[in-house]
């Protein structure tokens, strides 16, 4: 019932920025968004309640965009920063 990220749960913001032109980056979710383009094939082989991918035991992977040069960078939260 209780996600582990705090990012998910609006606990905390990511305030990453881009490598590029160090603009602040947006949260666009969780990288299960855009591994998973074709579901319908996809195993489940992990099955999670909440509707979220867990990456290991305790880390989410967030996917941040920029939105001035359209980098992106896969940023890992982890229940440790809570
Ligand atoms: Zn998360
Ligand atoms: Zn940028």
């Known amino acids: ?37 074709y579901g319908p094939y996809e195993e489940p082989e992990e099955t999670t309640t909440e509707g979220e991918t867990v990456t290991g035991d305790d880390q989410c992977v967030h996917f941040l965009q920029c939105p001035s040069c359209d980098e992106n960078i896969c940023y890992t939260v982890s229940r440790d920063q809570i």
Do not use: F, H, R
Request: charged share 15%.
């Open 1 to 37: 019932m209780v996600s582990k990220c705090p990012a998910c749960n609006g606990l905390t913001q990511l305030e990453e920025s881009c490598p590029l032109c160090s603009s602040p980056l947006e949260d666009c979710g969780t990288i299960s968004i855009y591994l998973d383009p």
